[in-house]
């Protein structure tokens, strides 16, 4: 099991922080468009008083080693359910992967703190396991390395959109 925090600055407040984050423009742009996702979607976003639960469907570009790509499959989605708690501005997500459900897990939690005017640190911590006799640790290691990537890329993206759309 691979455990690790990414964490990245990104120039905004809170409030509008978990509102880009969010917003359904936002995210169609930032998986399909910058992070090449062939497919992302979200299937249902419930707002009430207390909490976000939003569930989407992706199908991420891969770059993977060969042995981690075939096991996957050609075709490797996912579903991930994700829930923002309003009091403590903390967000928990678990994703489902279309196959081999009972092997793979990834899930997680992030939150966001102010560092200054209009600057928030975003904070996520991220369990990546995979219960796949012979290169399990490929698997973790390959979804780590795509992981950060992704968070990164993602980092850079939001600030940009922040930028032109505030």
């Known amino acids: 099991m691979a455990k690790f925090t990414v964490t990245h600055e990104i120039n905004c407040d809170v409030e509008t922080f978990w509102k880009v984050f969010l917003d359904k423009e936002f995210n169609e742009k930032l998986y399909k468009g910058h992070l090449g996702f062939p497919d992302f979607r979200i299937l249902d976003q419930r707002d009430s008083d207390t909490e976000v639960v939003r569930k989407v469907a992706g199908t991420p570009k891969m770059n993977v080693p060969g042995p981690v790509a075939k096991v996957l499959g050609s075709n490797f989605g996912y579903t991930e359910e994700g829930r923002l708690n309003k009091a403590t501005n903390l967000w928990s997500w678990k994703m489902i992967p279309g196959n081999m459900a009972d092997k793979l897990r990834n899930e997680g939690t992030m939150r966001v703190e102010p560092v200054g005017d209009k600057k928030v640190r975003r904070i996520a911590e991220i369990i990546i396991e995979a219960k796949v006799f012979g290169i399990g640790g490929l698997i973790e290691s390959s979804a780590e390395k795509q992981l950060r990537d992704g968070w ?15």
């Open 152 to 166: 990164n890329d993602s980092a850079v993206f939001m600030n940009d959109w922040v930028k032109t759309h505030s």
